[in-house]
DNA sequence: GCCATGGCTAGTA
DNA sequence: GCCATGGCTAGTA
């Protein structure tokens, strides 16, 4: 992982591969809000890619500074997490982000456009 | 060939 | 619940 300084920074350079775009666009995430994997699949141009996007959070060797905890399905739903789908929830939850029920955010309320 | 997705359809209640 | 999709890595040769 060559280029952790851009990433944490949230810019995209040309040298950067498809994960490291992910954690770069990632990191741009403020605290209480939320966007979804196919957000950032989009944002990089490749729609279908949001499984993809899921395999870049899933190795974010940044965590918890780049912020792959604000990231959820299209539906709200807290999909994954390395350290499991409480931490997740907790994290959430701490930084305000409105949640419908237990494990399912709202998103009207917190979306985050990129 | 795996997967931290997502969208769509069949088929139950 | 099925399957198309896309990027990546473990693991074979």
Excluded: W
Aim: hydrophobic share 35%; net charge positive.
């Amino acid at each position: 992982m060559i280029h952790e300084k851009a990433i944490r920074e949230g810019k995209l350079t040309k040298g950067m591969n498809f994960t490291e775009k992910s954690l770069a666009i990632c990191a741009r995430i403020p605290k209480g809000k939320v966007v979804t994997y196919g957000d950032i699949a989009c944002k990089l141009g490749s729609d279908g890619a949001s499984r993809a996007v899921g395999n870049a959070m899933n190795g974010n060797p940044f965590s918890p500074d780049v912020p792959c905890h604000r990231v959820v399905g299209s539906t709200g739903k807290l999909t994954g997490f390395a350290r499991g789908l409480d931490k997740k929830r907790a994290m959430l939850k701490k930084e305000g982000v409105p949640f419908k029920n237990d494990d399912q955010v709202d998103m009207a309320a917190c979306r985050h456009k990129l």
